[in-house]
């Protein structure tokens, strides 16, 4: 894997956990920083599609899914869409041996909570997401959800969230809301309509990207979606890896 960036040298080998804990690092000061850290972790084939056939696995690899765990497990809560939800199949996040002892001194659960955004709560609460998670699960909603539907997630076992004054969620509300429960290193895995949410409210700090060496024609989605914004926001490059083609690039606000 060849990199650029942060200083680090260039390697023709895998790199190991620790190696990628510490290129993806939060940016410090944490634990106890007054403001949260919002990052995304996306992957875009080569003509811009977000998914092939409605799941982001066939344009990822081996090395992609690597990074995706490192990224999950420096992270307090991973904040995903309830359609991204439904199409990936999501589970609970389980605790990796690896990084067991850096999250325990870091005051981290030994996973990160996944909470789930979603104005309907239209969602299969019988899944193991929410009735057998190491760590709570979320329900991000607004205040306006359905009261039944509200009653079903909690007793699944999920913790209702309210972020939000009508009946979907406001995302500066969001990432205050998971900042009130002590979660600051956020991840965003998706899917494309809440990265364009996030994106238009301007709370998102940084992208994760991984560009695949594929294309896929289509009409598959990109990696953000919605309303575009009058300007566009510049993000700088922090450092980018290469491996087997694919490109790992780490983008943070300018």
Avoid at 15 to 42: C, D, I, K, Q, V
Avoid at 131 to 159: F, H, K, M, N, Y
Avoid at 203 to 214: R, W
């Amino acid at each position: 894997m060849g990199v650029t960036g942060g200083g680090a040298a260039a390697a023709d080998r895998e790199w190991s956990l620790a190696e990628l804990a510490a290129a993806y690092a939060y940016p410090e000061p944490f634990p106890g920083a007054s403001r949260t850290w919002l990052r995304a972790n996306m992957v875009s084939s080569l003509d811009g599609a977000a998914q092939h056939e409605g799941r982001s696995q066939p344009i990822s690899s081996a090395t992609d899914m690597r990074v995706f765990g490192t990224l999950r497990a420096l992270a307090d809560v991973v904040v995903v869409g309830a359609e991204t939800v439904r199409q990936e199949g999501y589970r609970p996040a389980r605790a990796r041996a690896e990084f067991a002892g850096a999250r325990e001194a870091a005051g981290q659960a030994p996973a990160p909570a996944i909470a789930v955004v979603s104005a309907s709560l239209e969602l299969d609460f019988t899944l193991p997401l929410f009735t057998s998670p190491l760590v709570p699960t979320l329900v991000l909603t607004g205040a306006a959800a359905a009261p039944d539907r509200i009653a079903a997630a909690e007793q699944a076992g999920a913790r209702v969230v309210i972020a939000g004054e009508g009946v979907g969620v406001e995302p500066a509300r969001l990432v205050r809301a998971l900042a009130d429960l002590g979660h600051t290193r956020l991840l965003t895995e998706g899917g494309p309509r809440l990265l364009g949410q996030l994106i238009t409210a301007g709370v998102l700090d940084e992208l994760c990207l991984t560009l695949s060496p594929t294309l896929t024609a289509g009409n598959a989605q990109r990696i953000a979606g919605g309303p575009s914004i009058a300007v566009p926001r510049r993000f700088g490059l922090v450092s980018l890896l290469e491996e087997d083609g694919f490109l790992f690039g780490r983008y943070r606000r300018s």
